[in-house]
């Protein structure tokens, strides 16, 4: 659970999760946001139109990556953040095809850890 590769991806994931959930609260000017298909455009913004969607997205992206980053609860963060990131593929998957890299990358370092901290779960499913 503690080498070294897993402290690395988590420490790339609670970077992603703490800058892209501050990015909904900040409008950082060097990263432009990118030209969505109509489908996702609406969408996106259905979700911003209601108020709550989006801060709630970004403060448990934020809580999230804080958590991994002071290795504090992590089997917590990383269930709490599988439905996000299951939400993030499928929303690529469906209305944004082409930009689905970074979607692909978040689902399978997410997916990664769980494994590794498997043994946290087992408890679980008995």
Do not use: R
């Not at 996702?40 to 911003?48: C, D, E, G, R």
């Not at 469906?94 to 930009?99: E, G």
Request: proline share 7%; charged share 10%; aromatic share 16%.
């Amino acid at each position: 659970m503690n080498s070294t590769f897993t402290k690395i991806l988590s420490f790339i994931l609670a970077i992603i999760l703490i800058f892209f959930g501050l990015n909904k609260f900040i409008d950082f000017s060097f990263m432009p946001l990118p030209q969505l298909p109509e489908n996702a455009s609406n969408f996106m913004k259905s979700l911003s139109a209601s108020g709550y969607v989006l801060p709630l997205i970004g403060f448990l992206e934020i809580f999230v990556g804080v958590l991994l980053l002071l290795k504090k609860w992590v089997p917590f963060a990383l269930i709490l953040l599988a439905p996000i990131s299951l939400n993030i593929l499928l929303f690529h998957l469906f209305l944004d095809l082409p930009s689905i890299l970074p979607a692909i990358v978040i689902v399978s370092i997410n997916a990664i850890l769980i494994y590794k901290y498997w043994k946290s779960y087992k408890p679980l499913f008995q």
